[in-house]
């Protein structure tokens, strides 16, 4: 119980320190992410069709920077489809390898 509070404890501080909603590097640093790969055709069916990439595989990206992602880099971002991303987007967790990947890669601080 004690080892479980402290896992708990230590994610919430991870994620204090790697805030998405002042970051969005996973969503900015690669047009060949996200992919979509787990996701069943209901899920997908209901990603808005603007933010789909043309060949469906993936979310649409404007350079290297998804398509539904608003705001700026590192001060203020938002996903605007949040609750209907999919699976590889829910995956990606603050601090986690992916995030602290695309951080590097953008120049943020990991």
Known sequence: MVAAARLSSSRRETASVFDCQSCGACCSYSAEWPRFSTEDD???????EQY??????GMRCEGVRCSALS???GKSTACGIYELRPDVCRACMPGDAECLMARRAIGLPV
């Open 71 to 73: 705001g700026e880099i």
């Open 52 to 57: 789909v990439a043309a060949d469906l595989s």
């Open 42 to 48: 209901a899920q997908l069916d209901r990603i808005p």
